[in-house]
């Protein structure tokens, strides 16, 4: 055999051994920036399940947790990365976009990564404990206005969280200095609603979705108002918005994704497609609605300007209450 011929075939060989490189709907993996548990563990659950039953992805979604700093790990890994991972999203909540707008990600900003989807969101809600003598958000209101140190508000998080903006929202609407109100912070929205039970705060300002779930479960609460444009669906329809109880205060809390700022045009369509289409499928939307979670489907560019808006804004407030910027 000539040697041209036998280095052409081993060459060939050699070409054919090697590992054939991922799509972006091939091996792909899902990162939950913080600990299992939680809401960015339920958005890469949600999106491993809505993506193999919608025949997106042929096999499971691999899940990784990668905690610290609030997402800013998260954020600054997928950055960094270089060749990019076009098969590996990240989720990001409303907190993430707070987050950013507070430059606690550090030196990166809503530029760096390419966002994907937004999949579902909740919202803002104003709770007290079932027996309380607070029947509307306006009783809350006056309360709040006449004396707020004696009105004791509690939820997850501390000054600048996302709980923390609702509880100052609140008390802005009702005329009060958020300076001067009472805000007690707790580890999560769980211990806050117990604490709301035992008496030890007034008012709860958590998420509706989480204080519907723990009613369900035997909570004895009450939703006084949710902090959404309009009425939602299901078994919190009865309940009123803040705007119609008088306070104009509207506090999404979107459930997403993002990839990595390095990854191609071409991949980021493939993804923005196959989130579409999952999107639109009955099965998903069945999926979200069992996990608590209100309609949201933003893909590319319309996320984009969503993500840009809101960090704007988070930005405002930061200025208006008075929080000083992370450095």
Not at 257 to 274: C, K, N, R
Not at 296 to 312: C, E, T
Request: glycine share 10%; with cysteine.
């Amino acid at each position: 055999m000539p040697m041209p011929y036998r280095i052409h075939l081993a060459l060939l060989a050699a070409v054919l051994c090697l590992p054939a490189t991922a799509g972006p709907l091939e091996q792909t993996e899902c990162i939950a920036p913080a600990k299992p548990g939680g809401g960015f563990d339920l958005s890469c659950k949600l999106v491993q399940r809505g993506l193999l039953d919608a025949r997106l992805i042929t096999s499971p979604m691999h899940l990784r947790y990668l905690p610290g700093g609030i997402g800013a790990v998260a954020y600054s890994s997928m950055i960094a990365q270089s060749p990019p991972q076009s098969n590996a999203i990240v989720a990001f909540s409303g907190g993430s976009l707070l987050n950013l707008a507070q430059g606690k990600f550090g030196r990166h900003t809503e530029h760096d990564v390419r966002w994907l989807a937004a999949i579902a969101t909740d919202y803002g809600a104003v709770v007290v404990a079932h027996d309380s003598p607070y029947q509307t958000l306006a009783d809350v209101m006056r309360a709040m206005k006449a004396e707020p140190a004696k009105v004791v508000l509690g939820a997850g998080g501390t000054i600048g969280s996302q709980d923390w903006m609702k509880a100052a929202l609140l008390a802005r609407a009702a005329g009060a200095n958020p300076k001067r109100m009472r805000f007690v912070a707790f580890e999560g929205g769980g211990e806050a609603m117990r604490a709301l039970e035992g008496g030890h705060i007034h008012v709860f300002t958590g998420d509706a979705a989480e204080t519907r779930q723990q009613i369900q479960a035997g909570a004895r609460l009450r939703i006084l108002a949710v902090m959404s444009d309009q009425r939602l669906p299901g078994p919190l329809s009865q309940v009123p918005t803040a705007r119609e109880a008088g306070a104009a205060i509207s506090w999404p809390i979107v459930r997403g994704f993002y990839l990595g700022p390095g990854v191609s045009d071409s991949d980021h369509a493939i993804w923005t497609e196959a989130f579409a289409k999952m999107l639109a499928t009955p099965g998903f939307q069945q999926l979200r609605a069992e996990r608590g979670l209100f309609p949201m489907a933003l893909v590319g560019r319309d996320l984009d300007r969503y993500v840009h808006q809101q960090v704007a804004h988070y930005r405002e407030l930061v200025r208006e209450f008075g929080l000083q910027p992370a450095r």
